[in-house]
């Protein structure tokens, strides 16, 4: 660790015409003196929740038993570099969502998945649910960030109204609620997302941002002096932490870029508003990206993240599978449609573990971002066939700061409650909550 007179306070920005870049933690924000005990630099906790939709191939996700994993099953291969932070889970259940009185199972999988309380069914905007649990850290991490918190998405939330089984669209458009009637948007534009980070031309109006972008002109020109500024004050570690994140900035701006060209270049695409790749694996991996640097700016210590919403019909035919995901989640036990489901979930898990692997590589503190950062990944429904709420497909990546032992398969008692685990989850972030939903105790042996 570099250890000068100099301090840069934490929240150091460099600013520029209207463009806004956070730093990541540098050496030289611990002040001189106190840098070897490093207690300036006590890397933050993150939350991180990964939602799937329309259920999970099981034979393909479960382990054949308890205890240390000997290989990683299938849908999870993706994550076997990194197993020994992978603590999957058995036996949780999401009662709240049988007991929604109306709707589809599709809609009460989402909307509850994060409240573990039945929601009110309607289709109209009087939505009445319940603060979810990511919020409620957001609520505390949000005392020391920018941002609250981050809800990222890959499909549109264009589509109003009545959703599944007539219920509100909001039920899965969504799995974060602010409070009780306020759900909150996801966003799918990367453009959207990389401005409300790093600032935008200082306009709302669609004209001049459109002008900003034909400027082709990188955020960071923009901010040129100061940078060079910076660099001259800071330590050589300082400069290639520096360097490596402002390049990360660089190819992210690249690739927003690229995927408005080409979007430019095609016939228009309903609900596919400017920016957004048309391919998924694109997509997911340059939304992942953002994530990753405002975890890494510490802009936001929190996030959601729908990989697709419930009853996503999108068919993915660069792995093989033409057909639309929701009907061939009614598979019926039928090997072939099982096999191509699969495709779809270790589909999913794949871009998921492209954030993992890329947070596993950033050093902090005495390990690397992922050990301070705690994933949830999984969904509210089990069998796609029967839609059943127990025995939920869940995971716990990361979190070796926070205590979780990986590398094992855990399973509770057969309906325990799934807000047990969002009460140990928040307890492992350092939020006391006494109580989420029908909680009804915490779950043991998440640390060994």
Request: proline content about 5%.
């Amino acid at each position: 660790m570099f250890i000068s007179k100099l301090h840069l306070p934490r929240r150091t920005v460099l600013r520029g015409l209207g463009a806004t870049i956070a730093l990541p933690l540098l050496d030289a924000m611990v002040p001189a003196m106190t840098a070897l005990a490093q207690t300036a630099a006590k890397p933050a906790r993150r939350l991180g929740v990964f939602y799937v939709p329309n259920g999970m191939a099981m034979r393909y996700w479960q382990p054949p038993s308890e205890g240390a994993l000997a290989d990683v099953p299938p849908t999870l291969k993706s994550l076997a570099p990194f197993k020994d932070q992978l603590l999957l889970m058995g036996g949780l259940y999401d009662e709240a969502a049988n007991l929604v009185k109306g709707g589809g199972d599709h809609a009460r999988s989402a909307g509850t998945f994060l409240t573990c309380v039945p929601f009110k069914f309607t289709y109209g905007a009087d939505v009445f649910a319940a603060t979810t649990m990511d919020q409620l850290a957001a609520k505390e991490f949000s005392k020391q960030t920018q941002l609250g918190s981050l809800e990222l998405a890959l499909d549109s939330n264009a589509i109003l109204g009545s959703c599944d089984g007539g219920s509100s669209c909001a039920y899965t458009n969504t799995i974060s609620w602010s409070n009780p009637t306020t759900p909150l948007p996801m966003e799918n534009d990367p453009r959207a997302v990389f401005e409300r980070l790093f600032g935008t031309s200082g306009s709302t109006d669609a004209a001049a941002r459109l002008s900003r972008i034909k400027q082709d002109r990188s955020i960071l020109d923009f901010i040129t002096e100061e940078l060079a500024r910076l660099d001259n004050r800071v330590g050589t570690k300082d400069k290639q932490k520096l360097t490596e994140y402002l390049d990360s900035i660089r190819d992210i701006e690249r690739r927003i870029q690229k995927a408005e060209e080409q979007n430019s270049r095609e016939l228009p695409v309903v609900d596919q508003p400017m920016g957004i790749p048309t391919d998924y694996a694109t997509h997911a991996k340059l939304m992942m990206d953002l994530l990753a640097l405002a975890y890494q700016t510490d802009l936001t210590r929190v996030a959601t993240f729908m990989l697709a919403k419930e009853v996503s019909s999108r068919a993915y035919p660069e792995i093989g599978v033409s057909d639309s995901h929701h009907p061939l989640s009614h598979h019926q036990n039928e090997v072939a449609k099982l096999e191509r489901l699969h495709k779809i979930n270790e589909y999913h898990m794949q871009q998921f573990a492209h954030l993992v692997d890329k947070l596993k590589k950033i050093p902090e503190g005495d390990g690397s971002m992922l050990d301070n950062s705690v994933f949830l990944y999984g969904t509210g429904i089990s069998d796609s066939n029967t839609h059943f709420h127990d025995d939920l497909p869940i995971a716990i990546v990361g979190g070796k700061a926070a205590g979780i032992h990986g590398g094992r398969y855990v399973r509770y008692k057969q309906g325990t409650p799934l807000a047990n685990l969002h009460v140990t989850l928040l307890d492992k972030l350092g939020i006391g909550v006494d109580k989420l939903g029908d909680s009804n105790g915490r779950l043991e042996n998440l640390s060994v």
